[in-house]
């Protein structure tokens, strides 16, 4: 559900989304999960900082999946 203001996604919510259509585009079909992880290249994560930046600035590492659904 969204969170932010007005009914909008929150920027913790869009870099979430981001960072996923970015590694379903990089993994190509590949699934990811324990024992197997990728980590995205530093010019991506650089610009999604930059559109998306944390509030808090604190940024979090890889969270399996019902984590991640926790925050969408």
């Given amino acids: 559900m969204p969170c932010g ?11 979430l989304v981001s ?6 585009w990089a993994l190509k ?3 990811l999960g324990r ?3 990728k980590p995205l ?3 991506v994560v650089a ?3 930059q ?4 509030e808090s600035g604190v ?8 984590e991640a659904i926790n925050i969408l």
């Fill in 41 to 43: 290249p530093s010019c």
């Fill in 35 to 37: 024992g197997n992880r």
């Fill in 19 to 24: 960072y996923r259509i970015i590694m379903e």
């Fill in 59 to 66: 940024y979090v590492g890889f969270q399996e999946a019902e």
């Fill in 5 to 15: 203001p007005d009914g909008q996604l929150s920027l913790d919510q869009y870099r």
């Fill in 47 to 49: 610009a999604i900082r």
């Fill in 51 to 54: 559109k998306y930046p944390s």
């Fill in 29 to 31: 079909g590949e699934t």
